[in-house]
């Protein structure tokens, strides 16, 4: 769409172009590159690095739930787990769905294996414990 172009080379980084074309169904929240750009100076940079590719699969699997949820149920979910099996938290504030901080700024984008909603903030999962 023109707006993902640092979500599209992360995820060519991690290897998952391929598991995310896959049947599915899944469903991305996924940042644009205004969110990317909303990362310290250096973190995109650092993450697409080879070294780091465990932690970037992490982070980009942090914004897959399975199944097909639309923004009528993703509203009224309060959490949800993500592929890589951490938590996120869903909320509506004055009308909108937020997915931990960040906001759905576009809902209910159909693919052919399951939905992608736009958020304005790149996920963070949790560290492990």
Known sequence: AGSFKTLAAAL??????????????????????????????????????????????????????????????????????ALDKKELKLEVKDGALFINKSKVTTADVKCTNGTIHIIDAVLMPPADK
């Open 12 to 81: 060519g980084a991690a290897g998952l172009v391929d598991t995310l074309k896959g049947s599915g169904p899944f469903t991305v929240f996924a940042p644009t590159d205004e969110a990317f750009a909303k990362l310290p100076a250096g973190t995109v940079e650092s993450l697409l690095k080879p070294e780091n590719k465990a932690k970037l699969v992490d982070i980009l699997t942090y914004h897959v739930v399975a199944g097909n949820v639309d923004s009528a149920a993703a509203m009224k979910l309060t959490e949800a787990t």
